[in-house]
């Protein structure tokens, strides 16, 4: 078989390059292991795919190069996404955040990227990949039963290794190496967070969930956090999970809203007042508790002095946990790190050391905060590669 491009992995960036180069003339076979494409966008956002984010700026991208997406970003924004959307009549509406969700079902943003592969575009589906090599400019992939797919060109879409129970592996990483990419250290993103022993009493708290502001590094985010069985989970923690290394902390605020000084005043408003039943005004009643006991404050606030309700406040503001580690890719959305964009151009995807090779989607080091940025980076991504085919 015979192509101008061959894409490993009909996912998101996979199947909207595909789209792209096959409206400019380009014969391309898309191949993917899975019986059926756009395995993680029908997964997504609970069923109704979370297909991008309005607020889509590049700050909101990790990358050990923070510019490298500035580029396709620029070239194809949310409103570009949206407006395919709005063209295949897909109704959509807007959570919290800027995040955009199907109306409907998440399978309509799969026949929307089917829908623009012209008849140029072949899918090969339910089909493991063998052997990949290169020699005298063209790429060969051994499919099953003895076949060979070669092309001038071959894509690396296949993403990174989270989320494995829909097939998700390595492939790209490792195929990127044997090309002379290298890696930036793959690991686990938007991921829930563990708790030690130590913390044995947060970890009693499961099903709690409360606003806070969570911090790691670089990292702020104000969204809700969850205490489950194993640790820290919820919005708020997928997001700093991201920006998370192994023996660092997060901080949590507790109570943002509040002025520094509101202990105290609580105090001079109502002495008699327990802290716990002060905390539980704005949390929930189980986590006022825990709270409550580890502050260690005296029965009533009025018998608080103004400095230990200060140290309360200073506490509560920043609440310090030291995960053990995360649930790893088996409940990670994505991955952060893969394959380093020093060897990639910012502009084509394409490989700077090997003709004809291009790294989009997931596998490349770009990865976004929660809320439809990583399908952005896909679409975007992929349409890149599909205009440089």
């Given at each position: 078989?015979?192509?101008?491009?061959?894409?490993?992995?009909?996912?998101a960036?996979?199947?909207?390059?595909?789209?792209?180069?096959?409206?400019?003339?380009?014969?391309?076979?898309v191949?993917?292991?899975?019986?059926?494409?756009?395995?993680?966008?029908?997964?997504s956002?609970?069923?109704r795919?979370?297909?991008t984010?309005?607020?889509?700026?590049p700050?909101?991208?990790l990358?050990?190069?923070?510019?490298?997406?500035?580029?396709?970003?620029?070239r194809?924004s949310?409103?570009?996404?949206v407006a395919?959307?709005?063209r295949?009549g897909?109704a959509?509406?807007?959570?919290?955040?800027?995040?955009?969700?199907?109306?409907?079902?998440?399978?309509a943003?799969?026949?929307l990227?089917?829908?623009?592969c012209?008849?140029?575009?072949?899918?090969?589906?339910?089909?493991?990949?063998?052997?990949?090599?290169h020699?005298?400019?063209?790429?060969?992939?051994?499919?099953?039963g003895?076949r060979?797919?070669?092309?001038p060109?071959?894509?690396?879409?296949t993403?990174?290794?989270?989320?494995?129970?829909?097939?998700?592996?390595?492939?790209?990483?490792?195929?990127?190496?044997r090309?002379?990419l290298?890696l930036?250290e793959p690991?686990?993103?938007?991921?829930?967070?563990?708790?030690?022993?130590?913390?044995?009493?947060?970890?009693?708290?499961?099903?709690?969930?409360?606003?806070?502001?969570?911090?790691c590094?670089?990292?702020?985010?104000?969204e809700?956090?969850?205490?489950?069985?194993r640790?820290?989970?919820?919005?708020?923690?997928?997001?700093?999970?991201?920006?998370?290394?192994?023996?660092?902390?997060?901080?949590?605020?507790?109570?943002?809203?509040?002025?520094?000084?509101?202990?105290v005043?609580?105090?001079?408003?109502?002495?008699?007042?327990?802290?716990?039943?002060?905390?539980a005004q704005?949390?929930p009643?189980?986590l006022?508790?825990?709270?409550?006991?580890?502050?260690?404050?005296?029965a009533?606030?009025?018998h608080?002095?103004?400095?230990?309700?200060?140290?309360?406040?200073?506490q509560?503001?920043?609440?310090?946990?030291?995960?053990s580690g995360?649930e790893?890719h088996?409940?990670?959305?994505?991955?952060?790190?893969?394959?380093?964009?020093?060897g990639?151009?910012?502009?084509t995807?394409?490989?700077?050391?090997?003709?004809g090779?291009?790294?989009?989607g997931?596998?490349v080091?770009?990865?976004?905060?929660?809320?439809?940025y990583?399908?952005?980076?896909?679409?975007?991504s992929g349409?890149?590669a599909?205009?440089?085919?």
């Amino acid at each position: 078989m015979t192509h101008d491009a061959i894409i490993l992995g009909a996912g998101a960036a996979g199947l909207m390059c595909a789209g792209i180069a096959g409206q400019r003339g380009r014969r391309v076979l898309v191949i993917d292991h899975n019986a059926r494409p756009g395995a993680k966008i029908l997964i997504s956002g609970g069923g109704r795919c979370n297909f991008t984010n309005l607020h889509t700026t590049p700050d909101r991208f990790l990358s050990a190069n923070p510019h490298f997406a500035k580029s396709a970003l620029g070239r194809y924004s949310a409103a570009d996404f949206v407006a395919l959307v709005d063209r295949h009549g897909i109704a959509w509406h807007e959570k919290t955040l800027g995040q955009l969700f199907c109306d409907g079902s998440a399978r309509a943003i799969v026949d929307l990227l089917l829908a623009e592969c012209p008849a140029s575009v072949d899918l090969s589906l339910g089909q493991g990949v063998g052997e990949v090599d290169h020699a005298d400019g063209r790429f060969r992939v051994a499919l099953a039963g003895g076949r060979i797919a070669e092309a001038p060109a071959l894509v690396l879409a296949t993403g990174g290794p989270s989320i494995p129970k829909i097939g998700a592996t390595d492939l790209s990483y490792r195929l990127a190496k044997r090309f002379g990419l290298k890696l930036v250290e793959p690991r686990p993103a938007l991921v829930p967070l563990t708790l030690g022993p130590d913390e044995a009493l947060f970890r009693e708290l499961a099903g709690v969930a409360a606003p806070v502001e969570a911090r790691c590094g670089r990292g702020r985010f104000r969204e809700a956090a969850l205490f489950t069985h194993r640790g820290l989970s919820g919005p708020a923690v997928l997001q700093v999970s991201s920006y998370w290394r192994q023996g660092e902390a997060v901080a949590f605020d507790l109570l943002p809203g509040n002025a520094p000084g509101w202990l105290v005043e609580a105090k001079r408003a109502a002495p008699r007042t327990s802290p716990r039943r002060r905390l539980a005004q704005q949390l929930p009643e189980r986590l006022a508790d825990a709270l409550a006991e580890r502050l260690a404050l005296p029965a009533e606030l009025g018998h608080a002095t103004d400095r230990a309700l200060a140290d309360a406040e200073r506490q509560l503001a920043d609440w310090r946990f030291r995960p053990s580690g995360t649930e790893g890719h088996a409940k990670a959305e994505v991955t952060v790190g893969g394959i380093d964009t020093a060897g990639l151009s910012s502009r084509t995807m394409a490989a700077t050391g090997l003709a004809g090779l291009y790294v989009i989607g997931e596998a490349v080091d770009v990865t976004g905060w929660l809320g439809g940025y990583n399908f952005q980076w896909a679409w975007a991504s992929g349409h890149a590669a599909g205009q440089a085919l």
